[in-house]
């Protein structure tokens, strides 16, 4: 799912119009109405949503983004994490208007998909290759039984988990396509698609997390008869992929606000304690040049994985939370990026590959800009990127392996897919995610509609591990509260 945009909890205003105490803290500090920790896109727009507060957003890293960071070879712009988004809707659209970013739709083909030696392209690829494998009622049944199933289906926190909904967050996506009998092609060729999505294969994630997903690839579908021409029916293809991005990658969001937020963003700043003192929150942080700080703040906003909220807010946390929190899983993941003088691959934007490699797709990285950009179009730079997602989320095999092996491995897989490629390989970056995506496992919507039910107390939580592993699900709308009727 790329397109939705959900609600986070977020009643601090009660919270900034509390009088300061006496914490301990430097002389020359004043009291913030709210800190933010961590500048990935949750933070960022908790931060570009509040401007009208005095507010710090502190990251340890000297670059903001988070998971969706650019690198930058030879002048070209290429992803190290988020590739896509959906159509963006409020408030990313609003976000991307106000801060003027040129949002591109990707030329098709956005998705090829390679099988056995071919390159089935778009949906009418996708589409020829399940009915080959299985028929054209098997298709028209999977599709029906998906639509149906997302009809009622909404974000976190607004899903209102009872019925069918609360069933599939109970069991796994496997035991969904099974009890459906949906024909092997299908669990095929999803549980590469969730493992390049989620870092979680099939049998990990839950049915309603995947539900999303396969919704967005029969977006509009109807029923197709027997006499129909197969390709007339995606003709959309051509026109449409609804895929988005920018020509220098997801990162302009990121960058645009951390210029629009100018000194009120701090980079290089790690938060190693947030404690509460009575009505306030202290915020201890090492800075860059290794010297330590502590700020104080009426309300703080932990915008990082559940795992380092948990260590430097643990206290501050209730003992439910804490709970909560330590039950979120993460996947780890890992991007890395092929320069050279000749393409790799370059006939669509994404080639997702069949299962049991390293990687899950192979990405052009200078897909857009080329497409938008005449001057790109006679380039001796390409940037292919391969993303390589673990074959379960439990196995941390990808964050240890030497880059060397890694590699060797990647050089002999892509041979496979692309022969002779790997000799055009110039120069690799690899980028390691610990926290790549937090995983959906079953009963992940209940845990997380606690999770969001239970914050309080000037202490908020926010990030994808809340509503759904996206970019552009776990921005912020703070217009909303569902806390006393609380509003900011
Ligand atoms: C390889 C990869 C590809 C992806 N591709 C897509 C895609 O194509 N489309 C899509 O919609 N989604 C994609 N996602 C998912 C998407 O990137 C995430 O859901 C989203 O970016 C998460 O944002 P966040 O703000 O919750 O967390 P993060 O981006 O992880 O931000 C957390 C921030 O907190 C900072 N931080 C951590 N600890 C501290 C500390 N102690 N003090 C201060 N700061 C701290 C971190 O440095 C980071 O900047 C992808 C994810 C990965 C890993």
């Not at 289906?153 to 069991?171: E, S």
């Not at 396969?214 to 006499?227: C, T």
């Not at 060397?404 to 050089?411: A, C, W, Y």
Request: hydrophobic share 40%; proline share 5%; net charge negative.
């Amino acid at each position: 799912m790329r397109t939705k945009i959900a609600i986070l909890l977020l009643p601090i205003l009660f919270f900034m119009s509390v009088p300061p105490d006496a914490v301990a803290v430097n002389k020359n500090d004043r009291t913030y109405d709210v800190i933010i920790v961590g500048a990935g896109i949750a933070g960022l727009t908790a931060a570009f949503s509040l401007t009208e507060y005095d507010l710090l957003l502190l990251e340890k890293e000297k670059q903001v983004g988070g998971r969706a960071t650019s690198g930058q070879y030879q002048g070209i712009s290429y992803a190290r994490g988020t590739e896509y988004l959906g159509k963006p809707e409020a408030p990313l659209a609003g976000i991307i208007s106000t801060l003027g970013l040129t949002l591109r739709e990707i030329p098709a083909p956005a998705d090829i998909i390679f099988h056995r030696g071919k390159m089935f392209p778009g949906d009418y690829g996708k589409a020829r290759l399940m009915i080959d494998k299985s028929s054209l009622g098997e298709f028209n049944r999977f599709a029906e039984k998906i639509l149906a199933a997302y009809e009622d289906y909404d974000d976190l926190p607004d899903t209102v988990l009872r019925g069918k909904l609360q069933r599939l967050d109970t069991i796994t996506a496997r035991q969904w396509f099974a009890e459906n009998r949906f024909a092997p092609i299908y669990s095929e060729l999803y549980n590469v698609t969730f493992r390049g999505l989620f870092g979680a294969n099939i049998d990990e994630i839950s049915a309603l997390s995947a539900l999303p997903e396969l919704a967005f690839d029969f977006e509009g579908f109807e029923r197709i008869d027997e006499d129909d021409d197969l390709a007339e029916e995606f003709t959309d293809d051509r026109n449409s992929t609804g895929m988005y991005s920018f020509d220098r990658g997801i990162a302009e969001i990121p960058l645009a606000i951390a210029n629009h937020l100018g000194n009120r963003l701090r980079t290089g700043t790690m938060v190693t304690a947030v404690e509460r003192t009575r009505d306030l929150f202290a915020v201890s942080c090492t800075q860059a040049d290794n010297t330590r700080i502590t700020y104080r703040a009426k309300a703080v906003i932990l915008a990082t994985p559940s795992a380092i909220t948990l260590t430097i807010a643990g206290e501050a946390l209730s003992v439910e939370q804490r709970k909560i929190l330590a039950s979120v899983s993460y996947a780890p993941y890992a991007t890395i990026a092929l320069f050279s003088e000749v393409p790799i691959f370059n006939q669509g934007f994404d080639l997702a590959v069949p299962d049991g490699l390293l990687f899950t797709d192979i990405y052009d990285a200078t897909w857009i800009a080329r497409h938008f950009k005449a001057k790109l179009t006679t380039q001796q730079t390409w940037v292919t990127l391969l993303y390589a997602a673990p074959v379960s989320y439990r196995n941390m095999a990808l964050l240890t392996m030497p880059d060397q092996e890694l590699m060797s491995t990647v050089r002999t897989q892509l041979d496979y897919i692309l022969p002779g490629s790997s000799g055009f390989i110039k120069k690799w970056k690899i980028t390691r995610f610990r926290y790549g995506y937090p995983v959906m496992t079953p009963g992940s919507y209940q845990r997380m509609t606690r999770l969001q039910a239970i914050t309080d107390g000037g202490l908020y939580l926010a990030g994808d591990y809340l509503v759904y592993p996206t970019f552009g699900c776990c921005l912020i709308r703070p217009t909303c509260s569902r806390q006393g009727g609380r509003m900011v």
